[in-house]
């Protein structure tokens, strides 16, 4: 589990197929630092096991279903990654509830200066934002969020001035895709009214 507060900005070092399979490495002194072949951290939000280390740069192996469902496969050499390592059972929770279990990508329409924040406007398909919710949370590459309005076809958040500092957001061109992860409790809900 993680909490959607990100550690550390790492930079892809490569995204290649080998193997018969695709591979991410990216530096990341933070995660890098006391990690294990086998632990899980959060690269843009997608919850991704480390197969490889060397000082501190991290493997990752990539399913067809993580290309499939997120914006990994976007990456090239050099790119800005968030990157969160999982939550300690000791750990204090600072976020809201990340599975890193993305639910599907989104675009960012615009993003607007205001004072010294930044308003982000996202479009999403209309099977994620139905769990969308204002003031509900929202992870958005894998940072968790606040969301203030949601509209037929987006929703928008903002960033202050310290978050866009310790986040690669900000670093993201109108147009990019991200990676969204929805509320888990809204999902729970929906499975369970189902029935009545």
Same mark, same amino acid.
């Given at each position: 589990?993680?909490? $959607? ?8 070092? !490569?995204? /290649? /197929?080998? #193997? @018969? &399979?695709?591979?991410? %490495?990216? =530096? %990341? ?6 990690a294990?072949?086998?632990? %899980?951290?959060?690269?843009? &939000? ?8 060397d000082? /501190?740069?991290l493997?990752?192996?990539? !399913? ?12 090239q050499? &050099? ?5 969160e390592? !999982? ?15 993305? #639910? &599907? ?10 004072? #010294? =924040? ?6 999403a398909?209309? @099977?994620?934002?139905?769990? *969308?919710?204002?003031? @509900?949370?929202? !992870?958005?590459?894998?940072? %968790?969020?606040?969301?203030i ?17 310790? *986040? ?6 109108? $147009? =990019? ?12 809900? /929906? ?6």
């Amino acid at each position: 589990m993680f909490t $959607g507060i990100v550690e550390e900005v790492g930079t892809v070092q !490569a995204l /290649e /197929e080998r #193997d @018969g &399979g695709w591979h991410l %490495s990216l =530096s %990341s002194a933070v995660a890098a630092g006391g990690a294990k072949l086998g632990d %899980s951290i959060a690269v843009n &939000g997608a919850c991704l096991t480390v197969t490889a280390i060397d000082g /501190e740069r991290l493997t990752f192996g990539l !399913a067809p279903e993580t290309l499939a469902r997120t914006n990994l496969g976007d990456l090239q050499p &050099g790119n800005p990654v968030n990157v969160e390592r !999982a939550m300690a059972a000791d750990g204090r929770f600072d976020g809201h509830i990340v599975q890193g279990h993305i #639910d &599907g990508t989104g675009r960012i329409e615009s993003a607007t200066p205001d004072g #010294d =924040s930044l308003r982000f406007a996202v479009s999403a398909p209309q @099977g994620l934002l139905r769990y *969308i919710a204002p003031k @509900g949370f929202i !992870a958005v590459d894998g940072t %968790s969020l606040t969301v203030i309005d949601v509209t037929a076809e987006a929703f928008t958040f903002m960033l202050v001035a310290y978050t866009q500092a310790q *986040i690669a957001l900000p670093q993201r061109p109108v $147009g =990019s895709r991200v990676n969204l992860e929805v509320d888990i409790l809204a999902k729970y809900v /929906e499975r369970l009214l189902e029935g009545r």
